[in-house]
């Protein structure tokens, strides 16, 4: 049993009816049903090209989806308005671009836009807040730098600082650890686990199958023809469906306190 489990509530914050993702005239999900509730971490996992990505941008609202319902706290996505949507669903993008100049603590303050009116500047308040975003994932040091002259990895703890910023209910993350060390890529998880565990919901594509198992207690394995298998992770991450979805066999390894699949 995932340790986790016990924190997810009954009510779903998002769900999806019968949803189709595709892009031209293939179809990489057909019909998918899921429901993601407070205080749970769900991991899409699949191949390149599988639709993790689109996945993600279609349940955030930033792409049509081809057939289905998308509801978001009990109201049909389409329904919402950008700007109280993006008050309680942010999304982290697999890339980010920086066209203009902006210091660190600038870039973690755009997190705070959707809370702030028209013609309104941010505010001690929201400077605090996205302090403590830059604070959270070891960036503090640098809020006065150029965003342009940081690492790949650095640039990615300052976008994740911004979504923290942004205060939302739901997080959707392409790819969030994607360019950062093995010790960032567990402290932002870490992270990430306590802001589920404090009642606001997580859901992230991911390369790594044994951080995956480690942090996630949900999973949604997309397999690029359509088909999909979702559930808790302890019940559908196993030998016969990693080595489906990837195509290559692997062995289960289990240790104390984790679990992870190898390919042999």
Same mark, same amino acid.
């Given at each position: 049993?995932?340790?986790?489990?016990?924190?997810?509530?009954?009510?779903?914050?998002?769900?999806?009816?019968?949803?189709?993702?595709?892009?031209?005239?293939?179809?990489?999900?057909?019909?998918?049903?899921?429901?993601?509730?407070?205080?749970?971490?769900?991991?899409?996992?699949?191949?390149?090209?599988?639709?993790?990505?689109?996945?993600?941008?279609?349940?955030?609202?930033?792409?049509?989806?081809?057939?289905?319902?998308? *509801?978001? =706290?009990?109201?049909? /996505?389409?329904?919402?308005? !950008? $700007?109280?949507? @993006?008050?309680?669903?942010? %999304?982290?993008?697999?890339?980010?671009?920086?066209?203009?100049?902006?210091?660190?603590?600038?870039?973690?303050?755009?997190?705070?836009?959707?809370?702030?009116?028209?013609?309104?500047?941010?505010?001690?308040?929201?400077?605090?807040?996205?302090?403590?975003?830059?604070?959270?994932?070891?960036?503090?040091?640098?809020? *006065?730098? =150029?965003?342009?002259? /940081?690492?790949?990895?650095? !640039? $990615?703890?300052? @976008?994740?600082?911004?979504? %923290?910023?942004?205060?939302?209910?739901?997080?959707?993350?392409?790819?969030?650890?994607?360019?950062?060390?093995?010790?960032?890529?567990?402290?932002?998880?870490?992270?990430?686990?306590?802001?589920?565990?404090?009642?606001?919901?997580?859901?992230?594509?991911?390369?790594?199958?044994?951080?995956?198992?480690?942090?996630?207690?949900?999973?949604?394995?997309?397999?690029?023809?359509?088909?999909?298998?979702?559930?808790?992770?302890?019940?559908?991450?196993?030998?016969?469906?990693?080595?489906?979805?990837?195509?290559?066999?692997?062995?289960?390894?289990?240790?104390?306190?984790?679990?992870?699949?190898?390919?042999?």
């Amino acid at each position: 049993m995932n340790a986790h489990a016990g924190n997810v509530t009954a009510t779903p914050l998002l769900s999806c009816r019968d949803l189709d993702v595709t892009v031209a005239d293939r179809i990489l999900v057909q019909r998918l049903n899921l429901s993601i509730r407070r205080g749970s971490m769900t991991c899409l996992l699949g191949r390149n090209g599988a639709g993790k990505t689109l996945t993600l941008h279609t349940l955030s609202g930033l792409r049509p989806p081809a057939a289905g319902v998308i *509801a978001f =706290d009990d109201r049909p /996505l389409d329904r919402w308005s !950008r $700007r109280p949507l @993006a008050q309680r669903l942010g %999304l982290l993008s697999q890339s980010t671009e920086d066209p203009f100049p902006s210091s660190v603590l600038d870039t973690a303050l755009i997190g705070r836009h959707p809370h702030i009116g028209f013609w309104q500047w941010e505010n001690d308040a929201d400077r605090a807040i996205a302090r403590s975003a830059l604070q959270a994932v070891d960036m503090e040091a640098l809020e *006065a730098r =150029d965003v342009e002259t /940081l690492s790949g990895g650095e !640039r $990615r703890r300052v @976008a994740i600082a911004a979504l %923290l910023a942004q205060e939302p209910d739901l997080m959707l993350l392409d790819e969030p650890i994607n360019h950062l060390d093995p010790q960032h890529q567990i402290d932002v998880l870490r992270l990430l686990r306590a802001r589920a565990d404090d009642g606001r919901a997580v859901v992230m594509s991911l390369h790594d199958i044994g951080l995956a198992t480690r942090f996630c207690d949900q999973a949604l394995l997309l397999f690029g023809n359509g088909d999909w298998l979702s559930g808790p992770t302890v019940d559908v991450m196993n030998e016969a469906t990693i080595s489906r979805l990837y195509g290559v066999t692997v062995r289960e390894i289990v240790w104390e306190g984790g679990r992870t699949f190898v390919a042999v």
